[in-house]
């Protein structure tokens, strides 16, 4: 069973690289028809790979992420605007407080230890 799974990857892989190569065969100035043959190939690549184990498993995960978001309950616009503004403040003081580290640092090393000040 595992020989099959396999050679189902492989299709999906070689109908890809099949997408591709339309792209590249197709003449410079017909840029759609390459488009489309890339397009065609992943699609043929996506129906060859559902009839997979590794692809069923794919949708059932991709099933079970959709109704985890369902679930997540956002903040209303108030609590974002709020959050928001906090987050500024906490970068602003931040900001304050490195550039005074920087600045006394600066000043330490420089003037005081160096004597570079002067």
Do not use: C, H, N
Not at 39 to 57: R, S
Not at 84 to 91: D, E, I, Q, S, W
Request: no cysteine.
């Amino acid at each position: 069973m595992q020989s099959i799974e396999r050679l189902k990857i492989v299709a999906a892989l070689s109908l890809v690289a099949l997408g591709v190569a339309g792209f590249y065969m197709v003449p410079a100035g017909q840029s759609f028809l390459g488009s489309v043959s890339v397009a065609v190939g992943l699609v043929a690549a996506g129906v060859v790979m559902w009839f997979t184990t590794l692809g069923g498993t794919f949708v059932d995960y991709a099933r079970d992420s959709i109704k985890e978001a369902q679930k997540v309950v956002w903040p209303s616009k108030k609590e974002t605007w709020q959050v928001t503004a906090v987050v500024f403040l906490f970068v602003s003081v931040l900001a304050l407080f490195m550039w005074a580290v920087d600045s006394g640092l600066a000043w330490l090393f420089y003037d005081i230890v160096l004597g570079r000040g002067k």
